[in-house]
């Protein structure tokens, strides 16, 4: 049976939305009518995919979010454990679902698996919600008869990704807010507040000092130009976002964010740790080091560290321990390299690799809260400098011309 979605009128000329299967389109429009439901149009859900693929690539996200995906798959290791059919659990996940675009997925997959494919085959379907190393762990899972474990583990795995995810993007908005304010407060005392402080003096024809000049100047300038400021700032940003669509310019802009203090511990801490991770639970899951090598460098989003993964892999190819060729990469944790060592001494390299990943959380959080805990007191610092120097701009005049009047 193949998933088909359907827009039909009811009885109160209401249009309604839907996605049910059936083995034709005739069957489909069979049934709408037994609902007293009016079919308009009714098409294969691999098709409408297929005609909407350019639209939803513009305006609409193609992937479902990293909690939907965790919760999918939570779901489906329930199932799955519970010995029930393959198809049936994927039939019950649909029906589990909210999300019309999600159900008509479970659906097309369902129908795969009922024709005799693997999951793993039907997944591959859908590459932009099923990662590579989600797909590879599902086959290792379903060769090795171990299917429901496997999910389980992904399910976790996606669960610590999206908590990971949260705390950096919650540790990340205070500092974002706080820099918005000081920018605008900034702004704001430019525009509106100095020139009518300092317009005064600037109609005398006393000679201002310096400060004070350079004050009613960068005042001027924001008055004047503040649009085109703000203009020039998008126009460098989309510049630069394009720019860094050439893999080489990217490769140097990597390298430099690395050498940025605390920043770069943070970024070599956050892909270090998912890099671990993923080595762990696929190995874990029966895939072959070298190839969880080489899906666990995906997982990379610094170009640099992806570029030392893959050299580790060749050397590991080449029959190099996975802890020397990690050693001979310079940004990957020296914690790291040794558990990895007790790993393959010990016979348990998957077990040490997510304690390493767990290690390297523990650092990304301690990286951030030193961040947090330099950043707030450096603004501060720096707005009471600039405060300070409006201020000393607009109190030089009045204190010449106290002198003045003495």
């Not at 859908?126 to 590579?132: K, M």
């Not at 005064?200 to 350079?214: S, V």
């Not at 430099?256 to 203090?261: D, M, N, S, V």
Request: one cysteine or more; aromatic letters at 6%; glycine letters at 6%.
């Amino acid at each position: 049976m193949t998933a088909f979605r359907y827009r039909a009128l009811n009885p109160g000329g209401k249009l309604v939305r839907g996605v049910v299967e059936a083995d034709s389109e005739r069957q489909v429009r069979s049934q709408l009518r037994s609902q007293q439901l009016r079919p308009i149009e009714v098409q294969a859900a691999v098709r409408a995919e297929a005609a909407n693929a350019s639209l939803r690539t513009r305006f609409l996200p193609t992937r479902i979010n990293t909690g939907e995906l965790a919760l999918l798959t939570r779901q489906l290791s329930t199932l799955v454990q519970s010995n029930l059919p393959l198809a049936d659990c994927l039939q019950a996940a649909a029906e589990q679902t909210r999300r019309p675009r999600s159900k008509a997925m479970l659906l097309q997959i369902r129908s795969r698996v009922s024709e005799g494919h693997t999951l793993a085959y039907a997944l591959a379907e859908y590459p932009q919600v099923f990662s590579e190393m989600y797909r590879a762990m599902v086959a290792a899972g379903e060769h090795a008869g171990f299917l429901g474990p496997v999910l389980e583990q992904l399910a976790d795995y996606s669960e610590r990704r999206q908590e990971s995810r949260q705390k950096l993007q919650l540790a990340m908005i205070y500092p974002a807010i706080l820099t918005l304010v000081a920018v605008s407060v900034i702004v704001a005392l430019m525009v509106f507040v100095v020139p009518e402080l300092v317009g005064a003096f600037a109609q005398g024809n006393r000679e201002l000092p310096g400060l004070t000049k350079a004050l009613i100047a960068t005042s001027d300038f924001f008055r004047s130009y503040t649009h085109w400021l703000f203009l020039g700032i998008v126009g460098l940003l989309v510049l630069a976002r394009r720019g860094l669509k050439n893999e080489s310019r990217r490769h140097r802009w990597h390298a430099f964010l690395l050498r940025i203090p605390i920043f770069g511990n943070l970024i070599v801490a956050l892909d270090t740790a998912r890099f671990a991770s993923t080595l762990s639970i696929l190995m874990a899951s029966g895939v072959p080091l070298l190839e969880a090598l080489r899906i666990g460098g995906q997982v990379i989003v610094n170009l640099v560290l992806r570029q030392e993964s893959r050299q580790v892999a060749v050397e590991v190819q080449e029959g190099s321990s996975l802890s020397k060729a990690l050693d001979r990469a310079p940004h990957f944790p020296p914690m790291m390299v040794h558990m990895a060592a007790s790993g393959e001494s010990s016979g348990a390299l998957e077990d040490m690799l997510e304690r390493s990943a767990a290690n390297q959380e523990r650092e990304l959080e301690m990286s951030l809260s030193r961040f947090m805990a330099l950043f707030e007191p450096l603004m501060v610092v720096v707005m009471g400098a600039i405060v300070m120097v409006i201020v000393l701009a607009i109190m030089l005049p009045i204190f010449d011309m106290t002198k003045m009047v003495r």
